[in-house]
């Protein structure tokens, strides 16, 4: 039995090495792959999680803001409306006192 040359060592050499760069890629990929499929999954986990407890807290400033709508109005049925006709009351006396005493003043 011949031991192989130093030609034949460099050839079986540069197959074993391609062989295992060739290996070595396909691994590569395949954990490339596993590492894609497993951040598209924790993007939708985390996805999930942010819409989940915002579509309640969404639902509940439409209810808060409903709530003020409704609460604006009845402040203004109750409160400023009766205001303003007070206001419109005193000026409107006033006015007519001042067109009386005008009045007065002018047939003088």
Do not use: C
């Amino acid at each position: 039995m011949d031991l192989p040359n130093l030609q034949e060592w460099r050839d079986i050499v540069i197959v074993v090495y391609g062989a295992l760069g060739v290996l070595l890629l396909l691994v590569l990929i395949i954990v490339a792959l596993g590492l894609l499929f497993a951040v598209r999954k924790l993007t939708r986990t985390i996805q999930e999680l942010v819409r989940d407890p915002l579509r309640p807290t969404l639902e509940e400033l439409r209810e808060t803001m409903h709530n003020v709508r409704g609460t604006s109005e009845f402040i203004a049925d109750s409160t400023v409306s009766p205001l303003i006709r007070a206001v419109a009351v005193t000026r409107g006396i006033r006015r007519g006192l001042g067109f009386v005493s005008g009045a007065t003043r002018r047939r003088r």
